[in-house]
């Protein structure tokens, strides 16, 4: 592929979070937010620039099973940004931020190394937090050379891992395995957290001097293991030190910070049984002043306060763990608790999250020193439901504060996240975050004139996509969550500006129609513009045991108006809790006839006919049946061609033809009927079908442009993809065109592009593994292509990571240039320019 005269750009990722508290970290250095998604991390560019969109700019792809860790190694003596990621997949991998080398300026992230596989998942990583941002450092940079620390690790099989990182060194020599660590039987690790308690400036021959650490684990168990060592403790490595009880549930998270004016270390610990206990590990015989008493009251209750001795380094200098305090104020599971010290001041303050959809700041009071919350964000925990011991799976996993500690985010059930920017004046404001389905996405659909994109997926939910034009770079963000349903959505389909139809596992299709409220937000964000914005209904709600929404026509006093205006005057795309709420389609039309879960539909080109196909293992079930959109009638008959299931329908742009590839690895081609048709009769009857037109599944076919001539593409797990033109009343095959993997979807530009006075034909060719690129074939002059040719081979860097299900250009209307939509089993969506 050697033609330089076009290249693909990313222009948006969609991915949402995985729902695991320590799947999700803020880098100090890069200032980019990573989160596990699936089996990939997404990076997350928070703030919009003049050259560099906001939103995740790519996904790190090398894990074979989902993203459970993530934690960035804060290096204060380096520029570099150093990523540690662990997973399902039980190996623990280092990644390096490098020099983009390319001109499209994305940021890279290079494998540097992994480790040989835990026994179970990784569920922790712990790395020891330098002072402005997240907690605690003795000394500065990564270690006391600027190059090596110590970091632990936490996997499902009960054991805790000690690692040195050195980045001085290359290959697998980066991480070296120390130590091993047991946790007492049938005990899973949840939380891991790293200190270093001192360090001598250097060693007993001019060296690197003695570091102490301090690690803390805690798990499914109502206690804390407190862990010492030091690097001169070569054979016996950590040891246990402490076991400090109190908390009557689950411990879920630990976060170590430096107090500034005492230079104790002091331990957060969050529990599932809704309270926060805070310890102070002190240096010194002496135990801490407020730890004279052997008892301490809170709430009328007594509260031990025993004092856990031990001694640590060469030196065994004693040491002291006494509890500092209870925190109390959340109604349900902590799930995370991250400390932080201002630079600028010195102050610690706490971030907690929780399952009653709450973020908590929380501060010590000058005077007293009691700590109390200081800000509150979120919900009231009356709008949560049920609570986490009754089945709930709603709140917030976890809480980042960013490194200037202006902004705090989270991220709920529902993979998307929020986030809050201090004003100045003691008030967090939400401001616009990043969001994406959770599951599988199997299917994207431009609106008719490609001014929004709609996608699906097995997480049950439908989103719609445009630009902002309030961004500096016309940016796309999520504005709509039109469906979200009881069952997996296999396919959607745009019918007009203002429709659309999805099929679902449940057998049947459902159409929606834009609420009249929606409609004004795209008009005044987006721009736009709908002509029968008056026809339009007003909201859409969701019954509390339906699968349905219904169309609500309200009025001002019901609350209907203040809704809607609220949606449309925000200076801001809608957050997460509102596009969950308030931004649902109302439901039109079921439409009923299949007997097994949807596979596939297909729409004309004039927006009139649907056409719809299930999953089938025989001919009377692997049938396309077709519906008209004005009254919604199924047109009889059903039409046979194929006898397993049909995985894709296209119509030509003249709506002349009709096509339908399938397993069976045959395409069908119906011609329409215009006249003597009875009413209600399918305007389409089978013209020819081709058997074992490829030796495998075939997954997609589209039609090339008219100006082309009459032809066709399909593409199947073969490996292969095919042209087929119209010669007499046959369709032959002309061109084969031959890949390195299975292609699992394919979609052809809506028009002829010229390149140096030749005319060619460009189609975006998905395979089976993720990658993509773009093809293209010579016009030629009598009609009919030839010559298919690699033409873009995208950069695996910025490809999906799985599967794709499907690929669709956007409609070149009134917005210039070409953009290319694509979905993934990898649970993202992503749209590309093509830049010639």
């Given at each position: 592929?050697?033609?330089?005269?076009?290249?693909?750009?990313?222009?948006?990722?969609?991915?949402?979070?995985?729902?695991?508290?320590?799947?999700?970290?803020?880098?100090?250095?890069?200032?980019?937010?990573?989160?596990?998604?699936?089996?990939?991390?997404?990076?997350?560019?928070?703030?919009?620039?003049?050259?560099?969109?906001?939103?995740?700019?790519?996904?790190?792809?090398?894990?074979?099973?989902?993203?459970?860790?993530?934690?960035?190694?804060?290096?204060?003596?380096?520029?570099?940004?150093?990523?540690?990621?662990?997973?399902?997949?039980?190996?623990?991998?280092?990644?390096?931020?490098?020099?983009?080398?390319?001109?499209?300026?994305?940021?890279?992230?290079?494998?540097?190394?992994?480790?040989?596989?835990?026994?179970?998942?990784?569920?922790?990583?712990?790395?020891?937090?330098?002072?402005?941002?997240?907690?605690?450092?003795?000394?500065?940079?990564?270690?006391?050379?600027?190059?090596?620390?110590?970091?632990?690790?936490?996997?499902?099989?009960?054991?805790?891992?000690?690692?040195?990182?050195?980045?001085?060194?290359?290959?697998?020599?980066?991480?070296?395995?120390?130590?091993?660590?047991?946790?007492?039987?049938?005990?899973?690790?949840?939380?891991?957290?790293?200190?270093?308690?001192?360090?001598?400036?250097?060693?007993?021959?001019?060296?690197?001097?003695?570091?102490?650490?301090?690690?803390?684990?805690?798990?499914?168990?109502?206690?804390?293991?407190?862990?010492?060592?030091?690097?001169?403790?070569?054979?016996?490595?950590?040891?246990?030190?402490?076991?400090?009880?109190?908390?009557?549930?689950?411990?879920?998270?630990?976060?170590?910070?430096?107090?500034?004016?005492?230079?104790?270390?002091?331990?957060?610990?969050?529990?599932?049984?809704?309270?926060?206990?805070?310890?102070?590990?002190?240096?010194?015989?002496?135990?801490?002043?407020?730890?004279?008493?052997?008892?301490?009251?809170?709430?009328?209750?007594?509260?031990?306060?025993?004092?856990?001795?031990?001694?640590?380094?060469?030196?065994?200098?004693?040491?002291?763990?006494?509890?500092?305090?209870?925190?109390?104020?959340?109604?349900?599971?902590?799930?995370?608790?991250?400390?932080?010290?201002?630079?600028?001041?010195?102050?610690?303050?706490?971030?907690?999250?929780?399952?009653?959809?709450?973020?908590?700041?929380?501060?010590?009071?000058?005077?007293?020193?009691?700590?109390?919350?200081?800000?509150?964000?979120?919900?009231?925990?009356?709008?949560?439901?049920?609570?986490?011991?009754?089945?709930?799976?709603g709140g917030f996993w976890a809480g980042l504060?960013?490194?200037?500690?202006?902004?705090?985010?989270?991220?709920?059930?529902?993979?998307?996240?929020?986030?809050?920017?201090?004003?100045?004046?003691?008030?967090?404001?939400?401001?616009?975050?990043?969001?994406?389905?959770?599951?599988?996405?199997?299917?994207?659909?431009?609106?008719?004139?490609?001014?929004?994109?709609?996608?699906?997926?097995?997480?049950?939910?439908?989103r719609l996509y445009a630009r902002w034009k309030?961004?500096?770079?016309?940016?796309?963000?999520?504005?709509?969550?039109?469906?979200?349903?009881?069952?997996?959505?296999?396919?959607?389909?745009?019918?007009?500006?203002?429709?659309?139809?999805?099929?679902?596992?449940?057998?049947?299709?459902?159409?929606?129609?834009?609420?009249?409220?929606?409609?004004?937000?795209?008009?005044?964000?987006?721009?736009?513009?709908?002509?029968?914005?008056?026809?339009?209904?007003?909201?859409?709600?969701?019954?509390?045991?339906?699968?349905?929404?219904?169309?609500?026509?309200?009025?001002?006093?019901?609350?209907?108006?203040?809704?809607?205006?609220?949606?449309?005057?925000?200076?801001?795309?809608?957050?997460?809790?509102?596009?969950?709420?308030?931004?649902?389609?109302?439901?039109?039309?079921?439409?009923?006839?299949?007997?097994?879960?949807?596979?596939?539909?297909?729409?004309?080109?004039?927006?009139?006919?649907?056409?719809?196909?299930?999953?089938?293992?025989?001919?009377?079930?692997?049938?396309?049946?077709?519906?008209?959109?004005?009254?919604?009638?199924?047109?009889?008959?059903?039409?046979?061609?194929?006898?397993?299931?049909?995985?894709?329908?296209?119509?030509?742009?003249?709506?002349?033809?009709?096509?339908?590839?399938?397993?069976?690895?045959?395409?069908?081609?119906?011609?329409?009927?215009?006249?003597?048709?009875?009413?209600?009769?399918?305007?389409?009857?089978?013209?020819?079908?081709?058997?074992?037109?490829?030796?495998?599944?075939?997954?997609?076919?589209?039609?090339?442009?008219?100006?082309?001539?009459?032809?066709?593409?399909t593409a199947a797990r073969d490996k292969t993809?095919?042209?087929?033109?119209?010669?007499?009343?046959?369709?032959?095959?002309?061109?084969?065109?031959?890949?390195?993997?299975?292609?699992?979807?394919?979609?052809?530009?809506?028009?002829?592009?010229?390149?140096?006075?030749?005319?060619?034909?460009?189609?975006?060719?998905?395979?089976?593994?993720?990658?993509?690129?773009?093809?293209?074939?010579?016009?030629?002059?009598?009609?009919?292509?030839?010559?298919?040719?690699?033409?873009?081979?995208?950069?695996?860097?910025?490809?999906?990571?799985?599967?794709?299900?499907?690929?669709?250009?956007?409609?070149?209307?009134?917005?210039?240039?070409?953009?290319?939509?694509?979905?993934?089993?990898?649970?993202?969506?992503?749209?590309?320019?093509?830049?010639?």
């Amino acid at each position: 592929m050697t033609d330089t005269r076009g290249r693909i750009h990313p222009r948006f990722i969609s991915i949402g979070a995985n729902r695991i508290p320590a799947s999700s970290d803020w880098d100090t250095n890069s200032g980019f937010i990573a989160y596990g998604a699936g089996n990939v991390i997404a990076l997350w560019r928070v703030d919009e620039t003049d050259t560099s969109p906001s939103g995740v700019f790519a996904t790190l792809k090398g894990h074979t099973d989902k993203v459970s860790a993530v934690r960035f190694v804060d290096d204060t003596s380096n520029s570099s940004s150093i990523l540690l990621s662990g997973g399902v997949d039980r190996v623990l991998r280092v990644w390096k931020l490098v020099q983009p080398v390319d001109e499209s300026g994305i940021p890279r992230y290079e494998l540097l190394a992994q480790s040989p596989p835990h026994d179970g998942s990784i569920v922790d990583i712990a790395v020891e937090r330098t002072g402005s941002s997240h907690g605690t450092a003795v000394s500065e940079g990564v270690g006391r050379n600027g190059k090596s620390t110590i970091i632990a690790s936490a996997s499902a099989d009960g054991n805790v891992k000690i690692w040195r990182l050195d980045l001085s060194k290359e290959g697998e020599e980066v991480l070296t395995h120390l130590q091993t660590l047991d946790t007492k039987s049938r005990y899973l690790p949840l939380s891991v957290a790293l200190a270093r308690l001192s360090q001598t400036s250097t060693g007993s021959e001019g060296g690197p001097g003695e570091e102490v650490w301090i690690l803390a684990v805690s798990g499914s168990s109502n206690y804390i293991q407190m862990f010492v060592g030091s690097t001169e403790e070569t054979k016996s490595g950590f040891v246990p030190a402490a076991t400090l009880t109190g908390h009557e549930n689950w411990i879920r998270s630990l976060s170590f910070v430096r107090e500034a004016t005492t230079n104790d270390l002091l331990l957060a610990t969050g529990s599932q049984d809704r309270y926060i206990r805070l310890w102070r590990v002190h240096r010194g015989s002496t135990l801490p002043a407020q730890s004279a008493g052997s008892k301490m009251m809170i709430m009328g209750q007594a509260l031990s306060n025993k004092a856990h001795r031990f001694s640590a380094g060469s030196t065994q200098e004693e040491y002291s763990i006494t509890f500092e305090a209870l925190l109390v104020g959340h109604e349900d599971w902590v799930y995370s608790v991250s400390f932080r010290k201002d630079a600028a001041d010195g102050k610690t303050k706490l971030l907690s999250a929780s399952a009653d959809n709450s973020l908590s700041i929380w501060e010590a009071d000058e005077t007293s020193g009691i700590w109390v919350c200081t800000a509150r964000m979120g919900e009231a925990s009356g709008m949560k439901g049920s609570s986490t011991a009754t089945g709930s799976t709603g709140g917030f996993w976890a809480g980042l504060w960013s490194p200037d500690g202006n902004d705090v985010v989270s991220f709920g059930k529902n993979g998307g996240w929020r986030r809050w920017t201090n004003s100045g004046e003691g008030e967090w404001v939400q401001r616009s975050a990043v969001a994406g389905h959770i599951r599988d996405v199997m299917g994207v659909s431009w609106e008719k004139d490609g001014r929004y994109l709609l996608s699906t997926s097995l997480d049950q939910s439908t989103r719609l996509y445009a630009r902002w034009k309030s961004s500096k770079l016309r940016s796309f963000y999520e504005f709509s969550r039109p469906q979200i349903h009881g069952y997996d959505i296999n396919s959607i389909v745009s019918l007009s500006s203002t429709k659309f139809v999805s099929g679902a596992d449940e057998k049947l299709m459902r159409v929606f129609g834009e609420p009249r409220g929606i409609a004004k937000m795209l008009e005044e964000m987006c721009g736009i513009q709908q002509a029968d914005m008056n026809s339009l209904p007003d909201v859409a709600s969701q019954p509390v045991l339906g699968l349905s929404n219904k169309a609500v026509n309200t009025t001002a006093e019901e609350n209907g108006e203040e809704e809607d205006e609220a949606i449309e005057k925000q200076a801001y795309p809608p957050f997460e809790d509102s596009l969950s709420r308030h931004t649902l389609w109302p439901e039109e039309e079921k439409l009923y006839g299949h007997g097994y879960e949807i596979s596939t539909i297909g729409c004309s080109n004039a927006g009139d006919v649907i056409a719809t196909a299930c999953k089938a293992s025989s001919v009377s079930h692997a049938v396309v049946r077709m519906f008209e959109t004005k009254t919604w009638r199924q047109l009889k008959p059903a039409l046979e061609a194929h006898s397993l299931t049909v995985n894709r329908i296209a119509f030509s742009k003249d709506d002349v033809y009709m096509l339908s590839v399938g397993r069976d690895r045959q395409w069908s081609v119906f011609e329409k009927v215009t006249e003597g048709l009875e009413e209600f009769e399918a305007p389409y009857k089978a013209m020819q079908t081709m058997a074992k037109a490829h030796t495998r599944i075939i997954f997609d076919g589209k039609w090339v442009p008219l100006e082309a001539g009459r032809v066709f593409v399909t593409a199947a797990r073969d490996k292969t993809m095919k042209s087929w033109e119209l010669r007499g009343q046959e369709w032959e095959c002309t061109e084969t065109f031959k890949f390195q993997e299975p292609i699992t979807a394919i979609d052809v530009l809506d028009q002829v592009i010229d390149l140096d006075g030749e005319r060619f034909v460009v189609l975006a060719a998905g395979l089976e593994n993720g990658a993509w690129g773009v093809c293209k074939a010579k016009v030629k002059e009598n009609g009919g292509i030839e010559g298919w040719e690699g033409w873009i081979e995208v950069d695996r860097y910025i490809v999906p990571d799985r599967t794709i299900t499907q690929i669709a250009w956007r409609p070149v209307g009134e917005e210039k240039g070409f953009e290319v939509a694509i979905s993934s089993e990898d649970s993202s969506v992503r749209i590309y320019d093509l830049v010639i």
